[in-house]
């Protein structure tokens, strides 16, 4: 069965930083493409990077330049940098997975961004 298990989100100032993981069990991630969605108050959750199964990313324009996704094979973990938060990066943030064609997700992990 797989599940994914997120961490490392919490209270964060405008402009600080924290890094978010995603530890996946339960199925071969290394042929999997990956990545996180988020949802803000009162909105619809929205796509923010995702990691392809041959090394290939995307970000939402949005976080171009301050967040990194990435991953770690060896760990079944995948990472999410973000840099330079904004008020606005306020949101519950969830992994997903997408493996033979099933897509799988984390419970999510709020982060705040307020000063």
């Known amino acids: 069965q797989v599940q994914l298990v997120e961490s490392g989100g919490g209270l964060v100032q405008p402009g600080g930083s924290l890094t978010l993981s995603c530890a996946a069990s339960?199925?071969?991630?290394?042929?999997?493409?990956l990545g996180w969605h988020r949802q803000a108050p009162g909105k619809q959750r929205e796509p923010v990077a995702s990691?392809?199964?041959?090394?290939?990313?995307n970000y939402v324009d949005s976080v171009k330049g301050r967040f990194t996704i990435s991953g770690d094979d060896a760990k079944n973990t995948l990472y999410l940098q973000m840099n330079s938060l904004k008020l606005e990066d306020t949101a519950v943030y969830y992994c997903?997975?997408?493996?033979?064609?099933?897509?799988?997700w984390g419970k999510g992990i709020l982060v705040t961004v307020s000063s």
């Open positions: 997903y997975t997408t493996l033979y064609g099933v897509v799988y």
């Open positions: 339960g199925g071969r991630f290394s042929i999997a493409a």
């Open positions: 990691l392809s199964n041959t090394g290939i990313t």
